[in-house]
């Protein structure tokens, strides 16, 4: 089974610094999905970046930007130019790719960080 | 366009007592995925529903059941309610079987006393 590991329970930066939220996983496929979720008070699981296990290149979505090893099954995400809007709950989470004949389709979390945002 | 909309948000139930929590994808969606989330955890994989049917499961036992409609929605039932299941239960919606852009609802929160 996969697991996925959050080591930090709660990281602080003050505004406009860049922070980095580190995930391991651990898998024995070679084709998956990883994702990045933001889950505010509200509770709603918002999709912030996704990186196909199969490109090589890191994947980018304006602020936010991935640090991804393959080899070392790290996944890391970079926060630029913090802004307090981005104070949340962070999931890393692993999908298996179901064209490939993986297994279960349920996405694994991680337990999450707590983002603090010092204004 | 709605996006994927739970209810009831809230809801208290004794221990023993029956729920059912209810799931409307988003527009376009066919796959409905259940997750919950327990205070401090991240959220676990209960059971996902395609074309009305389970089609993997998590590690939950059978008190925890499922329907797809034919309009992709979906329940979620929870029998013999225990302390423990108290939490957030979300739903998820995909397209088919790639599911890589999986879209959350803002959960339904059950209290179990």
């Known amino acids: 089974a996969q697991t996925v590991t959050q080591s930090q329970p709660e990281m602080s930066v003050q505004e406009a610094e860049t922070v980095t939220l580190s995930c391991t996983y651990d898998t024995s496929e070679s084709d998956y999905y990883l994702f990045w979720y933001k889950q505010p008070p509200s509770r709603q699981m918002i999709l912030v970046i996704r990186?196909?296990?199969?490109?090589?290149q890191n994947a980018t979505e304006n602020r936010f930007s991935v640090n991804f090893q393959k080899a070392a099954k790290s996944f890391s995400l970079k926060i630029s130019d913090s802004q307090l809007g981005d104070a949340a709950m962070y999931f890393c989470?692993?999908?298996?790719?179901?064209?490939?004949?993986?297994?279960?389709?349920?996405?694994?979390f991680g337990k999450g960080t707590h983002l603090i945002i010092q204004p | 366009d709605a996006g994927v909309t739970q209810s009831p948000t809230h809801l208290i139930k004794t221990r023993g007592q029956q729920v059912t929590l209810r799931c409307s994808p988003k527009?376009?969606?066919?796959?409905v995925s259940w997750y919950q989330q327990a205070l401090g955890q991240g959220p676990q994989f209960i059971f996902q529903y395609y074309e009305e049917e389970e089609r993997q499961r998590g590690n939950f036992p059978d008190r925890f059941s499922g329907h797809q409609f034919p309009n992709y929605s979906s329940e979620l039932n929870v029998n013999a309610l225990l302390l423990g299941d108290s939490a957030l239960y979300l739903c998820?919606?995909?397209?088919?079987?790639?599911?890589?852009?999986?879209?959350f609802g803002e959960g339904s929160w059950l209290t179990v006393v």
């Open positions: 527009s376009g969606h066919d796959t």
């Open positions: 989470a692993y999908r298996t790719d179901m064209y490939s004949g993986g297994g279960a389709d349920g996405l694994t």
């Open positions: 990186q196909e296990a199969y490109k090589q």
């Open positions: 998820a919606s995909s397209l088919d079987f790639s599911g890589n852009t999986i879209y």
